[in-house]
Structures are given as C-alpha cells and as structure tokens.
T-cell receptor, first 114, second 112 residues
Framework: SAVISQKPSRDICQRGTSLTIQCQVD?????MFWYRQQPGQSLTLIAT?????????ESGFVIDKFPISRPNLTFSTLTVSNMSPEDSSIYLC???????????FGPGTRLLVL | QQQVKQSPQSLIVQKGGISIINCAYE??????FPWYQQFPGKGPALLIA?????SEKKEGRFTISFNKSAKQFSLHIMDSQPGDSATYFC???????????FGKGTHLIIQP
C-alpha cells in the first residue's frame, strides 16, 4: 500500500485565519480524497481530488471554505479558510489504489481553532 | 440520512473471546465494503474488505460475513487480544470516485 504523509501533523489556529494541509504520497495515484473526522466521530468525505480536474465536493462542503489543489499525481493540499472553532477536527487524506476502491489513509492533521 | 448504520457503539470483550460488530446499509449501489481499525492519534488502517459476490471472507483472526439480501455485513474478531482495542469503522462505496461512506464507529475494549 502507498505511504502517505501529511503536514502539519497538528496545529492550533486563531479564528478567522486559514490553514493549508499538505498530503504527499510515495507513488502516483489517480484519486485522492479529503475527509473530516470531528472529535470522537466518524469520517465524512469532504471532496474528491483528481489530478487535472476540479475537485468534487460533497453536500455541505464548498470550495470557498475548503479549496483543494492537486498539482500532480503524488501531492494535494486542502485549505481550511476563515476558520471557526467548529472547524476543529482531524483532517485526513486518502488515496485509492489497485481496484480504485481500496483506500489508504494518511495519519491525519489535528486542527484546533481557538 | 445515514447510509451505513453501525452497532454497537461500544463493546467490551474478554481476552480470547469473539468480538462482533454489525453494519447495515441502504444504498443498493454500494458494492465494496471495507473495515478500518483506528488507534488514538492515528489514521484509519484498512483491515479487510468484501464485495457482495461472496458471503464470507477471512484473513487471519478477522472475518467479514455478508448478507446481500438483508443488506447487512459484520466483522468478527476471533481470539480477541488487548492489542485489538481500538475503534472500528465499517464503510461502503459504489465506486472508486464516490469515496467512502462510513458507519459511526465501534469503540472496542478487550479486557485482559
């Protein structure tokens, strides 16, 4: 399976600011995904990020709030914009490999907004 | 509307016992059902996955049972060990580009 790293691993931010989270994969992958996991909760898909096309956002998530870049087949970024305490969550990237349905997750970025 | 319902929310099992976690889905377009294990401070790790064309899949101490007509699937952990204590998530997808829909998770504690 792919080795996935995320930066930063955690951060504490002030409300109204923005944070960009990086996801790096050790092999080329077509599909990358961003998920949010609120404290003690399950994972919710934010968007699908495929190289060469605009990210596809799930209901309840918008590009102005969560802009995503996918400049190549090994890298993606998620920005959490104009943050509020409700944005305090773990943000995880994942990649699809093999049959394109098997997903592997990065370690996550733990965000606390004060 | 939650598309994957998972139970129980928490589970305590004695060491050596069988841990059973159940999931039910509503979307008949789902055709791939993975289970993930998550330890505190870590990302989810893929445990085992199944497709609807088989009723059971076993990998080591982990077994998925799948009932297509009932739209239910379950994870069985045989000979449960304290190191299995973690949160387990079932998930489902109808295709790679769709992403995964997760259950709410089960917090499993294996008592020594």
């Amino acid at each position: 399976s792919a080795v996935i790293s995320q930066k930063p691993s955690r951060d504490i931010c002030q409300r109204g600011t923005s944070l960009t989270i990086q996801c790096q994969v050790d092999s080329q992958v077509t599909m990358m995904f961003w998920y949010r996991q609120q404290p003690g909760q399950s994972l919710t898909l934010i968007a699908t990020a495929n190289q060469g096309s605009e990210a596809t956002y799930e209901s309840g998530f918008v590009i102005d709030k969560f802009p995503i870049s996918r400049p190549n087949l090994t890298f993606s970024t998620l920005t959490v914009s104009n943050m509020s305490p409700e944005d305090s969550s773990i943000y995880l990237c994942s990649v699809a490999q093999g049959d394109q349905e098997t997903q592997y997750f990065g370690p996550g970025t733990r965000l606390l907004v004060l | 509307q939650q598309q994957v319902k998972q139970s129980p929310q928490s589970l305590i099992v004695q060491k050596g016992g069988i841990s059973i976690i159940n999931c039910a889905y509503e979307n008949t377009a789902f055709d791939y059902f993975p289970w993930y294990q998550q330890f505190p401070g870590k990302g989810p790790a893929l445990l085992i996955a199944i497709r609807p064309d088989v009723s059971e899949k076993k990998e080591g101490r982990f077994t998925i049972s799948f009932n297509k007509s009932a739209k239910q699937f379950s994870l069985h952990i045989m000979d449960s060990q304290p190191g299995d204590s973690a949160t387990y998530f079932c998930a489902a997808t109808g295709g790679g580009a769709d992403g995964l829909t997760f259950g709410k998770g089960t917090h499993l504690i294996i008592q020594p």
